[in-house]
């Protein structure tokens, strides 16, 4: 990761000193374990697993060992509070491989965290090499192709995040160093022989953003998830601010018909 990479991340955290502090609990976070179906994960690795929103539900609702990975000491020690097991590495490092053998795991979870990454081939080699042969990757990183990210350069002259905007513009201007849309995320993991199997879109539901406004409006807030549930009904996966790709370890097959799935 870029060298300040920690200090952004501590500066974020500041005051948090356990999970129920975090107030960034996102769809992405909520879907999980939902999103591993049927596929009886035994063992699965989350990369860069932050305060653990994700861990911690398929530690409490889904029979598997899991090893969570980060480098941000706020984050190592919520982790640890939680009882999940950690592994602290830089993902980013191209000097030194991840510290597992081939084939450790049948699972791989990569949320938001490939926009942070200065060298990600290094990261979706070394991904694929932990990752047991048909085991699976689950990631997700911000489309830029979706409508809510295209209002500000396309009407307004903006670019997606303003080091001058809120305390979150300013940390995803200077954390964000590459700029996915999903046809390109799509297109370059496959081209680390992953094949992509499904794509899961999160509904308004569980986030920290949506419980506040429900609190503040039921009405408002099952409107607005009507609303996203039209979208996403009528939209193709490439327009979802935040879909999460499920790749299979393997060469593509691209005559293999990809499911999208709403949760």
Known sequence: ?????????????KGIEKIEDYPWFKERHRVFPAVFENRGHKKIIDLSAGVGCAARRIKDLYGAEIICNDITPTCLNILKQQDLKTVSFDIDDTKNPF????????????????????????????????????GYFYICAPNYAAPEYLIKPLFWGRSFHEPLGSEEEKYEFYAHVRYYTYKTLRDFVSTFEFCLDT????????????????????IKALAYRNIMRLRHK??????????????????????????????
């Open 1 to 13: 990761m870029i060298i300040d990479a920690v200090e952004i991340e501590e500066g974020r955290l």
């Open 99 to 134: 510290p597992f053998e081939d084939a450790s795991f049948d699972a791989a979870i990569s949320l938001a965290t490939i926009e942070h990454l200065i060298h990600p081939d290094h990261f979706l080699r070394e991904t694929n090499r932990i990752l047991e042969p048909g």
């Open 199 to 218: 794509v899961y879109i999160a509904m308004p539901g569980g986030s920290s953003r949506y419980r506040k406004l429900y609190e503040r409006s039921r």
């Open 234 to 263: 009528v939209l193709p996966a490439s327009r979802a601010s935040e879909p999460i790709l499920c790749f299979r370890k393997g060469r593509v097959d691209r005559r293999r018909k990809i499911r999208k799935v709403v949760l």
